[in-house]
């Protein structure tokens, strides 16, 4: 059974940061993309960054210059440092990755269970 967990979210005032790590377990053949994505009520899930595994890395306008993913392969684990948070940079962030389960045909798509991020004074 493969999952994904991430950690690390909470309440920061503007201008903090936070730092989501997010880890795949289970019986795992190998790992493509791996990313995050946030959603706030009312609205659609949207990108916020995504990385290969070479460590080619794709952002979200919004956040541009202010966040940085990475990923360790080794581990199975993606990160996003977030830096000069704003408020609209509330939401539920979702860890995403492409991930081929061992003794299986294809890869397909998995989400981490969501972690909540609050900027506010």
């Known amino acids: 059974q493969v999952q994904l967990v991430e950690s690390g979210g909470g309440l920061v005032q503007p201008g903090g940061s936070l730092r989501l790590s997010c880890g795949a377990s289970?019986?795992?053949?190998?790992?493509?993309?791996m990313g995050w994505y946030r959603q706030v009520p009312g609205k659609e899930r949207e990108l916020v960054a995504d990385?290969?595994?070479?460590?080619?890395?794709n952002y979200g306008d919004s956040v541009k210059d202010r966040f940085t993913i990475s990923r360790d392969n080794a581990k199975n684990m993606v990160y996003l440092q977030m830096n000069t948070l704003k408020p609209e940079d509330t939401a539920v962030y979702y860890c995403?990755?492409?991930?081929?389960?061992?003794?299986?045909?294809?890869?397909?798509?998995?989400w981490g269970q969501g972690t909540q991020v609050t900027v506010s004074s």
């Open positions: 995403h990755a492409h991930i081929w389960p061992s003794g299986t045909l294809y890869a397909r798509d998995y």
């Open positions: 289970g019986s795992i053949a190998s790992i493509n993309s």
């Open positions: 990385i290969t595994r070479e460590g080619g890395a």
